[in-house]
């Protein structure tokens, strides 16, 4: 298989601390200097939550904005995919830096439980989200913690209410939610296909310990891959992940025995259809 798979890194999230990982970015800086090393070592997506001070989760759109500004300058290229998750605000104010258009932004279409709580996405909520992508030319990545959101993500593209082809990920191991299963995934891929097309692409998540199981069964079944401290803080029970340029380095060498190339930050703008950058030679990337 020769098609390059594309590696998202999930730096932050809204719920690792030091205290569980050193390693975890919490402020702008950190953060800046964490992604610029996973994509270096492969990650040509960056997953993008930002925290307060106090290591809490934030919508804060001037924090989006800086640390956007930063990642054009350092990491030129890279996907830049904000998260309009429920952990980082309620309501609209999930969607605020919305209009700073990002590349991506996560879209969650359906409401889930996760470990301690229900997991609200509002339909009216999500239409909304949608629109603010669909207004500032921002790809949602659909996140699907159940076979329904797959099926409301084509619903969705129907009604015009989605930029291009979704891009689906499914996220597996959240506890109380879709549990991983290698049946469900084929046939979460088997609906992709069927409703997207054959070549449409998709992405596996998996949550702590799953995440190299999904690494695995992604990258061979010819999918794109998530990897990151936002989702995994180790890279076994014993040891703590040095960082998340070592998590993207394993998905490479995962990549590698599959005989998958790693997908340039180019080529991933190219597979998802999101505008091209310059860097600073004038040259496409």
Known sequence: MTKPCIICVAITGSLPQKSDNPAVPITV???????????????????????????SPSSDPEKFARLKEELETHCPGMILQFSTGGRSGAGETRGAMLSLRPDMASLSVG?????????????NLVDWLAAEMRAHEVKPEIEAFDLSHILKAKDMADQ?????????Q??????????????????????????????????????????ITLNEW????????????????????DTL????????????????????????????????GLRTTCLADGKAA
């Open 29 to 55: 800086a950190e953060q800046i200097e964490s992604t610029h090393a996973a994509f270096e070592a492969g990650a040509s997506i960056v997953h993008a939550h930002v925290r307060n001070a106090d290591g």
């Open 218 to 237: 992604a990258v061979a079944a010819g999918g794109h891959a998530r990897t990151g401290l936002e989702d995994n803080v180790r890279l076994d029970r």
């Open 170 to 211: 499914f996220v597996m191991g959240v506890k109380n939610a879709m549990p991983v299963d290698r049946d469900v995934f084929y046939y979460y891929i088997h609906t992709v296909k069927r409703l997207f097309g054959p070549d449409a692409p998709w992405c596996a998540a998996g949550i702590g310990r799953h995440q």
């Open 241 to 272: 992940a040095p960082s998340n340029a070592a998590l993207v380095r394993r998905v490479v060498e995962i990549c590698a025995r599959h005989a998958r190339p790693v997908a340039t930050c180019a080529e991933a703008r190219q597979m998802l």
């Open 111 to 123: 409401s889930n439980n996760f470990p301690t709580r229900v997991y609200e996405n509002p339909p």
């Open 160 to 168: 015009g209410h989605l930029l291009g082809t979704p891009y689906v």
